[in-house]
């Protein structure tokens, strides 16, 4: 008889002390997780701001503002008090893709764009805050709420539920 399940190695780790140190770093200090990261979004931003913005800018935004709400989940003085201003973020990242995937150029109007600096500030901060393990938990949360199909998709599709972003 065969067997159904194949066999998977795992990664293995070879210095455990340094992957436990690194855990416990603040991400906003390490130069690839936290400033390239900070980089990546602003530009993105920026970009969007200009109206040169592309679906890939839009795809960084998303992930900063569900990341941002995914880190209050982690650790409340990480912007639990934000949830409001997070949700305004969300929806108004939703409108701009919605808008710019029907009419091909990515803008926000001037409430839109007030609510997604502030948020971007936020994330800022958060990333300056949170450990590199809470950024791993956020980033599972964001991981798991895709997968689950709890987020709002921009283009409508025959499986696309219509749920609100992040969760």
Known sequence: MKKKSKYKPRGVRYDNLSWIVAGMKKV??????????KLKNH????????GNGTREHVDVLISAVNMSEALIR???????????????????????????YEKGSFLFTGPEMTAVKLIMDLHDSQLDDCTVREMEQALFI????LRMRKARSIVKTRTAQSQPLGA
């Open 142 to 145: 964001v991981e798991e709420e």
């Open 43 to 50: 530009n993105s931003l920026n970009m969007i701001l200009m």
């Open 28 to 37: 906003g200090t390490l130069p690839t997780a936290g400033v390239a990261l």
């Open 74 to 100: 982690i650790r409340d003085d990480l912007g639990r008090d934000w949830a409001e201003e997070i949700r305004a973020a969300q929806d108004a990242v939703y409108a701009m893709g919605v808008r710019g």
